[in-house]
């Protein structure tokens, strides 16, 4: 954990605790608004299906869920989550959402910070995020709080056709001097 992690202060009025049974509802409505950004940011209305939600039932079901805290504010509850994923040794965060009204304010810091600090106290010896490409104010966010090292990376192919070019793409990216679309 980074100094300048642990230097930032949470909002005034907020805590992260261990999500609660009676988080649900504001947690699952915090994963829709994360799959309508999705949507978006992909321009796929498709993503999440019928029910923007209801990815968050069968998050719920994960046998490698290893906790879930929130970020809660006191006069407008939970404004933001994280979740630790075990693998092996090793831990992921996902997902990390935050409200969009709270973004910038250090909400996520904090969450990522709580989930580290969890990750740590389990003995693991890593911790890994996985955002989407396009997501270009979560790869920032992410590095600013510590995430600086590539592990892996995960290519895809469309195979809807076309010309290969997708118009909605974000700027593309090199690595390792070859050109990718994200």
């Known amino acids: 954990m980074t100094e300048t992690m642990r230097a930032q202060a949470l909002p005034a009025g907020l805590t992260i605790r261990p999500y609660r049974p009676s988080d649900h509802g504001a947690v699952r409505r915090l994963w829709a608004e994360f799959t309508e950004h999705q949507r978006r940011l992909y321009q796929d209305p498709r993503l999440g299906g019928r029910d923007p939600g209801a990815g968050f039932e069968e998050y719920l079901t994960r046998l490698d869920l290893s906790g879930i805290w929130v970020a809660d504010e006191r006069e407008e509850g939970v404004v933001g989550f ?11 965060v996902d997902p990390v959402v935050v409200s969009a009204p709270w973004r910038g304010r250090g909400v996520g810091r904090g969450l990522l910070t709580k989930v580290a600090d969890e990750a740590g106290r389990r003995g693991l010896a890593r911790l890994t995020v996985s955002p989407g490409a396009r997501d270009d104010s979560a790869l920032r966010s992410l590095h600013a709080a510590g995430f600086d090292m590539v592990a892996t990376v995960t290519l895809s192919r469309d195979l809807r056709g076309g010309s290969g070019a997708d118009e909605s793409a974000g700027e593309p990216i090199l690595l390792h001097g070859l050109r990718f679309s994200t």
Not at 82 to 92: Q, S
């Open 82 to 92: 994280v979740g630790l994923i075990m693998d092996g040794r090793a831990g992921k």
